[in-house]
């Protein structure tokens, strides 16, 4: 019988509020810690699919933290501790209501609106005579607004801080830890035979400092393309091998669903679950470069979650 986590419903002393996201409940403790469960849901295309994947939600929070302890010589981020493979707890700060998205290589959405003529893309100018997953001269931001509902929408820099959304000050601290967390990110890909294509990343503030928030370099926020094999794929104009949650996306499309009006989810089977189950933890291996250790799910997966966040909890307030 498989095993996934799809749904929390934990109540941790000092708890004020939960948000329940499309992949992650986070818990806010006395508006001063985050409490953020990866679950094993999954999404695609705006909507939860109806099956969990499981260890889906283990792989996603283990390579994350893994990511946010390398990088914390570039900026301070808001991991405290991970109390059990599928939570990460850490500073609540304000969000800023902006993704940085920044960009290695002319792919996805980018290549589709250059491919129709489009020269710039969030206030950058993009170079003419590109090919579809060229390097760019060197990578470029190009930020989104974080809607609360529907798709997240492109906008410039300097619309952002006219705007007044984030102050000419802290949207340049963001921009330099942006290229400082990409060039990590490329240089440790590097070493495990892959290419850091595009990632985003999310900040915010507690008190007057800035942040790193939420995940980083997982396969649901970054794409990856192997690197053998890469220039001669581009040379010949054919698809790149990517590691990224796109298979999903793919195998729905072949089911035609799109979340489009009149389409119909189709059925997850058990089999398909663990099918990309497989594919996750093979994510991970690749991207880590050790082996995938699956925790303990003999038993009830939310019993062995409250259990551990209560006692790391516990010892924080007893310190």
């Given at each position: ?7 929390t419903?934990f ?10 996201g ?11 810690l985050?409490?953020m469960?990866?679950?094993d849901?999954?999404?695609a ?8 994947i ?9 390579i994350?933290a893994k ?16 109390p ?10 304000e969000?800023?209501?902006?993704e940085?998205?920044i960009?290695?290589?002319l792919t996805g959405?980018?290549?589709r609106?250059?491919?129709n003529?489009c ?5 950058v ?6 090919r ?8 470029i ?9 529907g798709?997240?929408?492109n906008?410039?820099k300097?619309?952002i801080?006219?705007?007044?959304i ?9 921009e ?7 060039a990590r ?13 595009d990632?985003?990343?999310?900040f915010g ?10 995940e ?5 926020s970054?794409r990856?393309?192997?690197?053998d ?9 054919e ?8 298979f999903v ?18 059925e ?12 996750y933890i ?10 995938f250790?699956?925790?303990e799910?003999d ?5 062995r979650?409250?259990?551990n966040v209560?006692?790391w ?7």
């Open positions: 019988m498989l095993k996934a986590l799809t749904k419903d109540h941790f002393d000092g708890q004020k509020s939960v948000y329940h499309k992949v992650r409940d986070v818990y806010n403790i006395n508006d001063d985050m409490v469960v990866a679950t849901r999954i999404s295309f705006d909507v939860v699919l109806p099956k969990g499981p260890y889906k939600g283990q792989v996603l929070n283990q994350a990511f946010l302890d390398a990088t914390t010589d570039i900026c301070p981020n808001w991991k405290l501790a991970t059990d493979p599928m939570v990460t707890v850490g500073l609540k700060c969000g800023f209501r902006v940085m998205i960009r290695g290589i959405s980018a290549w609106e250059y491919k003529g020269r710039e893309l969030c206030g100018r993009l170079p003419d005579g590109m579809e997953n060229e390097r760019f001269p060197e990578p931001i190009t930020p989104t607004t974080k809607a609360d509902e798709h997240d929408m906008i410039s300097e619309e801080i006219a705007q007044g984030v102050s000419a000050e802290d949207y340049e601290q963001m330099k830890y942006t290229r400082k967390l990409f990110g490329q240089m440790i890909a590097q070493k495990q035979g892959l290419i850091l294509v990632t985003k990343y999310e503030k507690r008190g007057d400092k800035v942040y790193l928030i939420d980083i370099h997982t396969p649901d970054s990856y393309f192997y690197a094999g890469y220039e001669e794929k581009l040379a010949k104009g698809p790149q091998r990517q590691l990224s949650k796109e996306r793919q195998w729905l499309i072949d089911h035609n669903f799109m979340n489009e009006p009149g389409q119909t989810m189709p997850i089977t058990d089999e398909y679950a663990q099918s990309v189950s497989d594919r093979e994510l991970y291996e690749q991207i880590i470069g050790e082996k250790d699956k925790a799910a038993g009830d997966i939310a019993e979650i409250e259990m209560k006692g909890l516990g010892s924080r307030t007893t310190r």
